[in-house]
Nanobody
Framework: QVQLVESGGGSVEAGGSLRLSCEASRYISGSNYMAWFRQTPGKEREGVASIFRRLGSTFYGDSVKGRFTISQDNAKNTVYLQMNSLRPEDTAIYYC?????????????????WGQGTQVTVSS
């Protein structure tokens, strides 16, 4: 069973930056997309960013466009999320996931492999 391990979360002031990493325990065959989602208590999991692994095409949620960047290092089986200009409303647990489909690259229901999550806290 492949495992996804996130790292890089923490606390930062508004306007600051963080970079999250998601390392897969091995190459994930059959998963066309890697993505980042986030969730706060009482809310549904929200799609933040995804990347189509073969071509590197990227997709972003409206709330993070222009501030967050997803990238991949295939040699390291790792996906990154660079988060700039962070806001208090970005505070959440961030999850890495593998799976996805062309019709729903940011739909959490289309992903079947999940990491354990990493906390990001942005203070005002």
């Amino acid at each position: 069973q492949v495992q996804l391990v996130e790292s890089g979360g923490g606390s930062v002031e508004a306007g600051g930056s963080l970079r999250l990493s998601c390392e897969a325990s091995r190459y994930i065959s059959g998963s066309n997309y890697m993505a980042w989602f986030r969730q706060t208590p009482g809310k549904e999991r929200e799609g933040v960013a995804s990347i189509f692994r073969r071509l590197g095409s990227t997709f972003y949620g409206d709330s993070v466009k222009g501030r967050f960047t997803i990238s991949q290092d295939n040699a390291k089986n790792t996906v990154y999320l660079q988060m700039n200009s962070l806001r208090p409303e970005d505070t959440a647990i961030y999850y890495c996931a593998a799976g996805g489909t062309w019709s729903g690259p940011l739909d959490p229901h289309q992903y079947n492999i999940w990491g354990q999550g990493t906390q990001v806290t942005v203070s005002s």
